[in-house]
């Protein structure tokens, strides 16, 4: 109580205080304006009205749809009737927006919505990454920091910790709660870690994620009483024995009753109903039955349900100043992976995610105030078609196996001098040599053309880029002597994470690191420079916001920036720009009567 009462005598102070600031400025431009003795002054009538804080909304809403691809929003719409129709209907829908880098991936895509910059400026370059040092693989958002624990609700007891520490700038709603006196609170959900925690930044009131079968959260976040109440009272595990079945008739649905090349979790099959039932269908809590939940239109209600609850619990929007929420549904993800975008499983959990969407926005509305809130919803990345789907069109797509990169590589140093492996690790389009040997190729020229043509003939290869070759920041406006993809990939590079040599796939070839003869555990993926992972959606809706459709190509690292002229912050580093052909113009005052020209000349 004496912490409130001090900071609104201290605001009142510095509201006093600007008054007497404005005074004297006024005083003084009215005693500088230059006069003859013939002229008499400007008349005071004309005087603009004063100028007043622009207001700002009382929260900000960022939804993120894990692997919504950006031609979703075109082919569903007409089939939606809750959340996702509303933000297209009363919200700005930017049709052409799509990740301008090659590392279309989840942790990548998160920390850009949430900076407003590109890997090559926040550093998050992937989902993982071979650490050099440590000579290892490193998760996004692992921290070694022995102090740093993951804590989980309602009795689970996670392993691990993870925050923020490798996003190498502060995200917007961080820089939010320290420009603006600290009153805003941050709170975050998602099923991912990597979502969950880029979304907030390094500290925040509450960032939570699902691991193991419970909701989580780590030591620089801290705890929040009503997830745990949530967390004991809606399990996910009270979602045991329900069924995912059809919500719309089935002549509605595009596709064929089962995806071609899909890889439906354990305990399913190709075909609808799914049933949430564990792997043998009879009835335990396995793993199995956690991966068919989060794979389910279930796992979007309960991250609903907890952001809902949030808004109450902490009557976010209701404060002095801009409160920060964001959700980030993942199952979109599990499902793309599993039964690929051409599925009706696709289809089908749209429509429900509409539905959530359409109970979130009904929430807010009566708790916050229609047009008091703003939203952004967006996606981390796209997909590709399943590879077996393709090719039934006569395209050239396929499977890039990326053991057989490695296999040739080793393969064509054996007549050089080069100790095995000298490859380290392939992660996504990333080749990491062993300590030394990529510096060793860089000045041997005959050994590292032959690394090169051996790259070059693993089927669907089409090019193959190296570390020097990107360690230079594009020049903006893009020079047109670089090819989109090299842009891509530069715009990816962070020195110290980033590979040693860039494998660009042919489009609708899979980047895959299954080992060779073993069977792929998925549908298909998504990670590189097409359009068919770059292109998302992205929407805004409410305060400040100029309903319409919008074609100009735009990318999602622009809703940072736009949420900060929302809210009158400034982002340190950023590559995004504030999508001003959305926002509406606040009515122009009207301009001082210009006064005569003093000294004709
Ligand atoms: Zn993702």
């Known amino acids: 109580m004496a912490m409130l009462s001090s900071r609104f005598m201290w605001k009142r102070i510095l509201f006093q205080r600007g008054m007497a600031v404005a005074a004297f400025f006024l005083a ?53 009737t ?33 900076t407003g910059a590109f890997p090559s400026t926040h550093g998050m370059v992937a989902n993982a990454w071979w650490d050099r040092k440590e ?38 709603a961080e820089e939010l709660k320290f420009q603006t006196s600290g009153v805003t609170r941050i709170v975050t959900f998602s099923l991912k870690a990597r979502a969950a925690i880029t979304m907030a930044g390094h500290k925040a009131d509450a960032a939570t994620w699902f691991d193991g079968g419970a909701w989580v959260t780590s030591s620089p976040y801290g705890t929040m009483p009503f997830i745990e109440e949530q967390a004991k009272s809606h399990p996910a595990k009270a979602d045991f024995g329900k069924t995912w079945s059809f919500s719309l008739p089935e002549s509605a649905y595009w596709y064929g009753e089962k995806a071609l090349g899909a890889v439906p979790p354990d305990g399913w099959d190709l075909t609808f109903p799914h049933p ?31 952001a ?54 009904a929430h807010l509305d009566k708790k916050v105030g229609r047009g008091n809130y703003v939203v952004a919803l967006s ?41 095995k492996p000298a490859v380290a ?4 389009s990333d080749v990491y040599f062993a300590t030394g040997v990529y510096e060793k190729l860089a000045a041997d020229s005959n050994a590292m053309n032959a690394v090169l043509d051996a790259i070059r003939t693993v089927p669907g290869v089409a090019a193959v880029y190296r570390a020097e070759d990107l360690r230079n920041r594009p020049a903006t406006p893009p020079s047109s002597t670089q090819s989109s993809a090299h842009r891509a990939f530069a715009y990816s590079y962070f020195p110290g994470r980033s590979g040693d040599l860039f494998i660009l796939p042919k489009p609708y070839w899979l980047l895959d690191g299954t080992p060779l003869g073993k069977p792929r555990s998925y549908g298909t993926g998504h990670g590189v ?24 190509s735009i990318t999602p690292a622009d809703i940072a920036p736009t949420f900060a002229a929302l809210c009158g912050i400034t982002l340190a580093s950023r590559d995004g720009h504030v999508l001003a052909e959305a926002l509406k113009k606040p009515a122009a005052p009207r301009a001082p009567a210009q006064p005569a020209r003093l000294v004709p000349r």
Request: net charge negative.
């Open 529 to 552: 420079p097409y359009n068919y992972d770059q292109h998302v959606p992205v929407l805004l809706m409410g305060f400040g916001i100029q309903p319409g459709q919008y074609f100009q």
């Open 425 to 428: 690790r392939i992660a996504g």
């Open 308 to 361: 809902e609850k949030a808004v109450d619990a902490l009557k976010l929007g209701n404060s002095n100043g801009t409160d920060f929420l964001a959700v980030s549904y993942s199952s979109v993800d599990y499902v793309g992976h599993e039964f690929g975008p051409r599925s009706r499983e696709i289809q089908d959990i749209l429509v429900r995610l509409d539905k959530d969407l359409g109970n979130l926005f």
């Open 82 to 114: 809750g959340g996702l129709k509303r933000l297209v209907e009363e919200g700005a829908w930017f049709r052409d927006a799509a990740y301008p880098y090659a590392a279309t991936e989840t942790c990548v895509g998160h920390s850009t919505i949430s």
């Open 28 to 80: 003084c431009s009215i005693s500088f304006v230059p006069r003859t003795a013939a002229q008499a002054p400007p008349p005071l009538a004309a005087a603009p009205k004063a100028l007043q804080t622009p207001a700002r909304p009382k929260l900000v809403v960022l939804l993120v749809v894990d692997q919504m691809r950006g031609d979703y929003v075109d082919k569903f719409l007409g089939q939606w």
């Open 135 to 172: 000579q290892k693989m490193v998760t996004c958002t692992s921290d070694p920091d022995p102090s740093v624990k993951n804590i989980g609700y309602a009795g689970a007891t996670p392993k691990g910790a993870d925050t923020a520490w490798r996003m190498a700038v502060p995200s917007f």
């Open 379 to 419: 996606a981390d990345h796209g997909v590709v078609p399943i590879p077996e789907d393709m090719q039934k069109t006569g395209a050239d797509a396929g499977v890039l196996h990326l053991p057989e990169v490695q296999e040739r590589i080793e393969k064509a140093l054996e007549s050089f001098n080069y100790a």
């Open 276 to 306: 949430l039932r564990g792997k043998t269908g009879v009835g335990e809590l396995d793993s199995a039955f956690y991966e068919q939940w989060a794979s389910s239109p279930y796992a979007d209600t309960a991250l609903t349900e907890l």
